[in-house]
């Protein structure tokens, strides 16, 4: 059974920083392109950060919204399936609900919400 559940999030000072974590399982995240997406109150859900996946010749691969490049670091630990989104010099524009997404086939984690104060 395939489960993406995410940790780590709450309130925070404009400035500072947390880190995201995904749990998977029932898969591989090593064969699988992982992402970031985050949905704010009111907006659309937007993609925040891609890492890919062992195979596409790309592997490792970073990338990043405009919006957070410079500030977020998506990484993966194999050995734990665990993605990560390391978030710092945070904003209260960054305020949203964060999601895991394995893109293909599509899997979505329950949301873990971030709030930036300022």
Avoid: H
């Avoid at 891609?50 to 050995?79: E, H």
């Amino acid at each position: 059974q395939v489960q993406l559940v995410e940790s780590g999030g709450g309130l925070v000072q404009a400035g500072g920083s947390l880190k995201l974590s995904c749990a998977a399982s029932g898969f591989s995240i090593r064969f699988n392109t992982m992402a970031w997406y985050r949905q704010a109150p009111g907006k659309q859900r937007e993609l925040v950060a891609t890492v890919t996946a062992y195979g596409t010749g790309t592997y490792g691969t970073s990338n990043y919204a405009d919006f957070v490049r410079g500030r977020f670091t998506i990484s993966r630990d194999n050995a734990k399936n665990t993605v990560y989104l390391q978030m710092n010099s945070l904003k209260p524009e960054d305020t949203a609900v964060y999601y895991c997404n394995r893109p293909a086939p599509e899997y979505w984690g329950q949301g873990t919400q971030v709030i930036v104060s300022s």
